[in-house]
C-alpha cells in the first residue's frame, strides 16, 4: 500500500463537491482509500443535508471505486500510541481524527488532509491539497 492515499473527511468532500484539482490528482492515484470513519461521516452530512438521498448515493457512488482498508485490533493498538504519543506533547486532536490518523499509520498510507493538526503526529505522511 505505501505510497498510495488515504482521504480524511475534507478531502472527500472536496471530491463530491467536485473540486477540480482534488478530482484530477484522486483520478490520477492507483489506490485511493478511505477510512470507515470518514465514511460514516459524509453519511451523517448527508443525512443533515437537504438532499439526503442524492447526498447518500453520491457518497455510495465514490465507494464503488475507492477502497476501505482493514480496521482492527492492530488498527486500536496504533490508535493507542498515536494519542499517548499526543498527550505526551500536550498536543490533542478530535477523537476521529486519531483513528484516521490511525488507519493511515497502520497502512503506510498517506494522509490527504486540509486539517494541520495530523502534522502533530509523528511517522505519518501527511499532504495537503
Known amino acids: 500500500m505505501a ?23 484522486l483520478l490520477e492515484t492507483e489506490a485511493v482509500y ?22 447518500r448515493l453520491n457518497v455510495i457512488r465514490m465507494l464503488d471505486w475507492m477502497r476501505i482498508p482493514m480496521f482492527d485490533i492492530s488498527t486500536a493498538e496504533v ?8 498527550k505526551i506533547k500536550g498536543t ?3 477523537e ?9 499509520r497502520q497502512h503506510g498510507l498517506t494522509l490527504i488532509s486540509r486539517d494541520k493538526h495530523f502534522r502533530a503526529i509523528e511517522n505519518l505522511a501527511v499532504s495537503s491539497w
Do not use: Q
Request: hydrophobic share 50%.
Open 34 to 55: 478511505l477510512p470507515t470513519i470518514v465514511v460514516g461521516e459524509l453519511f451523517f452530512g448527508a443525512n443533515k443535508s437537504a438532499r439526503v438521498e442524492e447526498n
Open 3 to 25: 505510497g498510495d492515499l488515504l482521504l480524511d473527511t475534507n478531502i472527500a468532500i472536496a471530491y463530491l463537491a467536485g473540486e477540480e484539482t482534488v478530482v484530477r490528482r
Open 96 to 104: 476521529n481524527d486519531l483513528w484516521i490518523a490511525a488507519t493511515a
Open 79 to 86: 490508535y493507542g500510541k498515536i494519542k499517548f504519543e499526543l
Open 92 to 94: 490533542p486532536i478530535p
